[in-house]
């Protein structure tokens, strides 16, 4: 069974400057992707960014970025010049590729709060 | 294009009431995900349908859940008969999936959810 931590319940940033938020996951797996899913206080999961295992390149869109450490099962987001609505709860999912299953595990989320 | 649409998107309900939420997931998209997710916790997959047929139901508590999805779009998720723990957001994703080739996967798209509280 796969499983996702994350060991940061809250964080806070001020509007403009860079947040590093943490995702480790444990996983006998060599194929999957992972996800870093926002939901804000209307309770939507907006996807923010999406990896692939295989890829040895980290990915990013716009303002966010993931640093993928395949070895050490990591896979941290960063987010640069935050915004006010960036404030949400952050998920980290993890998706297997093998089978016709293909459920998201999510880990327990961070909570960031952007300030002025 | 339209996202992943639900309804209610709030809910009360008395315990061992019964009640069911609806769902229509993106037009074209063959996999349907139900997700309970409970305060404080990620999302938790209930049941996934590939067009209209199961293709995981391990964690659906089957003595009081169900769900279906019966022309392979829309689908609705039931609790009969409803227990406090129950409450938590349901979560509704599609996701465009071929259908019948294993581990071709693709993004997971979520509707607005379905807050439920039980009394």
């Excluded at chain 2, 139900?34 to 305060?39: D, K, T």
């Excluded at chain 2, 039931?78 to 996967?105: F, M, N, R, T």
């Amino acid at each position: 069974a796969q499983t996702v931590t994350q060991s940061q319940p809250e964080m806070s940033v001020q509007e403009a400057e860079t947040v590093t938020l943490s995702c480790t996951y444990d996983t006998s797996e060599n194929n999957y992707y992972l996800f870093w899913y926002k939901q804000p206080p209307s309770r939507q999961m907006i996807l923010v960014i999406r990896q692939e295992a295989y890829k040895q390149q980290n990915a990013t869109e716009n303002r966010f970025s993931v640093n993928f450490q395949k070895a050490a099962k990591s896979f941290s987001l960063k987010i640069s010049d935050s915004q006010l609505g960036d404030t949400a709860m952050y998920f980290c999912a993890f998706m297997k590729l093998t089978g016709t299953a293909s459920k998201l595990t999510f880990g327990t989320g961070t909570r960031l709060q952007v300030t002025l | 294009e339209a996202g992943v649409a639900q309804s209610p998107r709030y809910k009360i309900i008395e315990k061992r009431q019964s009640v069911a939420f609806w769902c229509n997931p993106i037009s074209g998209h063959a996999t349907l995900y139900w997700y309970q997710q409970i305060l404080g916790q990620g999302p938790k997959l209930l049941i996934q349908f590939q067009n209209n047929g199961v293709v995981d139901d391990s964690q659906l508590p089957k003595d009081r859940f169900s769900a279906e999805r019966l022309k392979g779009v829309d689908s609705t998720l039931k609790i009969q008969p409803a227990k406090l723990e129950d409450s938590a957001v349901y979560l509704c994703a599609s996701s465009l999936e071929v259908p019948g080739l294993a581990g071709v996967k693709d993004t997971q798209y979520f509707g607005p959810g379905t807050r439920l509280t039980v009394l």
